[in-house]
């Protein structure tokens, strides 16, 4: 897997195999497939950025056979591929060779390529450009068979005329490959090895495949376009597994994210990262969910965001709603719109409808949270605790200062500042007693100046 290169044409601080599609670095897409065709070991040929790269992917295919060779100077495509000589060591199978850019290939297409080499000492892929231009052509002999790949810079104009291009994918027997490569030199235009060279010096045979599918991640336009591809077979694998998208142009779901049946996805939805959901579900219109668990027939309502939480069974969610780490709500709980909540339990039917902010809390089953209900979790250094006990009601508008505990079916009138426990079933108020003065808007309010036309 060649992932040395810098990716000029990214503009971009980080290493181009790193750059996301689908929620992943563009570099899982081909190694997946090359893992998934029982490549082993695969071996990686890093340079730009090389921790961060083998960081990274290491992370990412955790337990599968990867080892990291390492490109200190690219000096072409030819020296790349020499670089992994050593990592396969002992090895003399068939090696699969695939630039780390190009996430769109897929598995059926590289076992195509087991089939067809056979005993010739390179399959190679390629396919016919509507634009060749920048790619190595494909030059066949009069009988059709593969004579040698030329590069654009070095090519004849007859040859730049050759629609064929060498997608740079290849399946070369190692011991073929190695001794081939040891041959190559710098002499072309661009003064590299490159990995080409090694098509003339033996039998090749080529594998046409699709354009859209060998197409790389050179530019921030092709890793959109590639992104763009991902994306629409992911939601065509979710429909056939029973997923209604309303409209999977605008879907987004990060690659590895279950669906359950039955589920319903609204425009505009983004799936993120470890994100989870069951069956007939419903996301509403504009949600964004990341790493979030959603359980069977929970209903999130348009333009809720939610992080690290998990939503049980029958729940609803929003709209508006922002759920932060630790959110969790049990069987049929009820988070209504500007409702915030951050590590907190709301327990089995309990409701917070309106404007509330929830943090630090433990809130039983059958609660009522009212409008405008705040938990003062953080005292400028500390957060703090605050719990409800099964059944009890919060009245609107009221502030809970924690630590503090509400027992039990208790009750707090509304606008309560609560800076004590309230034992179960008692009333908790703290305004006193209401004062209305007779007439004091005649006689004392503040007159309105009479106005001038
Ligand atoms: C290469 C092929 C060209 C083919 C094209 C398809 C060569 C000489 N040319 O050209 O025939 O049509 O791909 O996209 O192979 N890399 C390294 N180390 C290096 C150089 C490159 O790891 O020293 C990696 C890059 O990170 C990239 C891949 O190899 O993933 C391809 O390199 P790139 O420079 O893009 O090759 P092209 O000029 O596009
Ligand atoms: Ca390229």
Redesign the pocket.
């Known amino acids: 897997m060649?992932?040395?290169?810098k990716g000029t044409r990214m503009k971009s601080e980080k290493a181009k195999v790193l750059h996301q599609a689908a929620g992943r670095p563009i570099a899982f897409f081909p190694i997946r497939a090359a893992l998934a065709l029982d490549a082993s070991p695969v071996v990686v040929?890093i340079?730009h950025q090389a921790e961060t790269v083998q960081e990274e992917l290491s992370r990412l295919f955790a337990g599968a056979p990867l080892r990291f060779a390492l490109?200190a100077e690219?000096?072409?495509?030819g020296?790349?591929v020499r670089c992994a000589e050593e990592a396969l060591r002992g090895f003399d199978g068939s090696v699969l060779i695939l630039?780390?850019?190009v996430p769109l290939i897929r598995a059926e297409t590289l076992q195509k390529l087991v089939s067809a080499r056979q005993d010739a000492d390179v399959a190679l892929l390629t396919c016919r450009a509507k634009d060749p231009k920048g790619?190595?052509r494909v030059v066949r002999r009069e009988d059709g068979s593969v004579a040698r790949?030329v590069?654009e810079k070095d090519a004849s104009a007859q040859e730049r005329g050759i629609s064929e291009?060498?997608?740079?994918i290849y399946l070369a027997d190692a011991r073929f490959l190695f001794s081939a490569l040891r041959a190559v030199d710098r002499s072309n235009a661009q003064g590299?090895y490159?990995?080409?060279d090694i098509v003339a010096r033996g039998r090749a045979v080529a594998v046409e495949a699709e354009e859209s599918e060998v197409s790389?991640v050179n530019d921030r336009a092709q890793l959109a376009r590639s992104a763009a591809q991902l994306r629409e077979r992911r939601n065509a694998q979710l429909m056939k597994d029973g997923v209604t998208l309303v409209d999977p142009a605008v879907t987004y779901v990060d690659e590895g994210i279950e669906v359950g049946a039955d589920s319903v996805l609204e425009p505009m939805v983004s799936l993120r990262g470890k994100t989870k959901v069951g069956r007939n579900v419903r996301i509403g219109q504009g949600c964004v969910i990341v790493d979030s668990e959603i359980a069977d027939g929970a209903e999130i309502l348009p333009y809720t965001h939610m992080t690290e939480s998990r939503i049980g069974p029958g729940a609803v969610v929003g709209p508006f709603a922002r759920l932060r780490p630790g959110a969790q709500l049990a069987e049929r709980a009820k988070v209504g719109n500007f409702v915030e909540l951050k590590k907190t339990l709301l327990g089995k039917g309990s409701k917070a409808s309106h404007l509330s902010y929830l943090g630090d809390a433990v809130i039983g089953e059958g609660c009522n949270v009212g409008a405008g209900t705040i938990t003062c979790n953080y005292d400028g250094k500390n957060k703090l605790a605050t719990t409800i006990e099964d059944g009890a009601f919060i009245g609107s508008d009221s502030q809970l200062v924690a630590p503090v505990k509400i027992g039990k079916n208790a009750y707090v009138g509304s606008g309560t500042t609560v800076r004590e426990d309230v034992p179960p079933g008692a009333l908790a108020v703290s305004a006193g007693k209401q004062r209305n003065i007779e007439g004091w808007v005649e006689k004392k309010a503040p007159r309105k100046a009479p106005k001038k036309d």
């Not at 060649?2 to 290169?5: K, T």
């Not at 690219?74 to 495509?77: C, E, F, R, V």
């Not at 291009?165 to 740079?168: C, G, K, R, V």
Request: avoid cysteine.
């Open positions: 060649l992932a040395a290169g040929v340079g490109q690219q000096l072409g495509t020296h790349a630039a780390a850019d790619y190595g790949i590069e291009i060498n997608a740079s590299e490159y990995l080409t790389g």
